[in-house]
């Protein structure tokens, strides 16, 4: 289940390289990546596991509420970040030239599902 949904996650989105469902340890879930993705998503994940857990805890520190969507973007690559519950995230790595907003609501519609599975 998890596999097939990274996989629309990616290939529905234009611009789209990989997937990952993580926990926020660092542990992968799940992956799904293209042929000629330039990057390892469970790399990409380890590293933004610490920057999630960073953010996470500043916007409780500001009574902002739960972050909920992080987006990261470099000159090579965008990542966007969804949360599930408090201990997985869904992360998409896409080129810089991709659908940014197909990307964000596929993870959005995704996201319950996925979070029932855990």
């Known amino acids: 289940m998890f596999k097939e949904a990274l996989r629309d996650l990616v290939e529905g989105t234009e611009g789209g390289l990989a997937g990952l469902l993580m926990d926020s340890s660092g542990i992968a879930v799940e992956t799904y990546a293209k042929s000629d993705s330039p990057f390892d998503i469970n790399t990409i994940g380890i590293e933004f596991s610490v920057v999630i857990g960073s953010i996470k805890r500043a916007s409780e520190m500001l009574e902002a509420g739960t972050a909920n969507e992080i987006a990261v973007g470099t000159d090579k690559m ?9 201990t997985y995230f869904l992360a998409l790595a896409m080129t810089p030239e991709g659908n940014f907003g197909k990307g964000r609501y596929l993870m959005r519609t995704a996201a319950p599902k996925l979070l029932a599975e855990l």
């Open 78 to 86: 965008i990542t966007l970040i969804r949360t599930l519950g408090e």
